[in-house]
């Protein structure tokens, strides 16, 4: 999201985390290739461990408000997944919050990929998600570019983990929300924008 701080480019130096995930994955030996300390001026540190969650409202992802500021907004959708937030650390976030209970929005849960679900699979979260009312979609892409499954009526509202909610992102004449898996799940347990943690 580098192009909407600005930026006219963005790099992430692969770190330990990356080392993981392609171990085993790699089709062939590679090098880690960190940018030259020269080309930036600057490095902030934030610590926001105290920070309330935060959900950027339509129709940008800046337009950044702390989620009790928008706590109450009636949601006809909640959508949990895709490349931006559907890894399992964030199915786990949401179930954790779902267990047990009935979601009262549409809500969407589609895994980053066929290996996350297969691991969703196996540790029951899927199950967990859908004794919640939630529907599961394939692995990959949906509704977050407005393609298929999810896509959003003239009017209808939605929270989701994507990261873009410009106009006509999800469906012509839709308004979309975004927010933390956790933020998500609490949301679609009451049908309207609300924090985790926090009772209907």
């Known amino acids: 999201l580098g192009v909407e701080m600005g930026a006219k480019t963005a790099i992430v130096p692969p770190d330990e985390k990356t080392d993981d995930w392609l171990r085993g994955r790699a089709r062939q030996p590679y090098t880690k290739v960190f940018s030259d300390p020269d080309s930036y001026q600057q490095q902030y540190d934030y610590d926001v461990t105290e920070l309330e969650p935060q959900v950027a409202a339509p129709f940008r992802v800046d337009n950044v408000r702390p989620v009790s500021e928008l706590a109450g907004q009636e949601i006809d ?16 976030a949401a179930a954790r919050i779902l267990k047990g209970k009935r979601v009262r929005a549409r809500t969407l849960v589609i895994p980053a990929s ?3 679900l297969l691991d969703a699979l196996k540790k029951g979260i899927i199950q967990t998600l859908v004794e919640a009312g939630a529907m599961i979609g394939p692995p990959g892409c949906g509704p977050c570019l407005g393609a298929h499954m999810g896509v959003l009526a003239e009017g209808e509202v939605c929270v989701s983990t994507s990261n873009r909610n410009f106009p006509g992102r999800m469906g012509k004449g839709g308004l979309v929300y975004l927010a933390s898996p956790a933020t ?6 009451q049908g309207r924008l609300a924090a985790p943690g926090v009772s209907k």
Do not use: K, M, P, W
Request: some cysteine; glycine content about 8%; charged content about 25%.
């Open 77 to 92: 959708q909640a959508f949990i997944g895709t490349c931006t937030n559907g890894r399992l650390e964030d199915l786990e």
């Open 114 to 116: 066929r290996e996350v």
């Open 184 to 189: 998500v799940a609490a949301s679609a347990l």
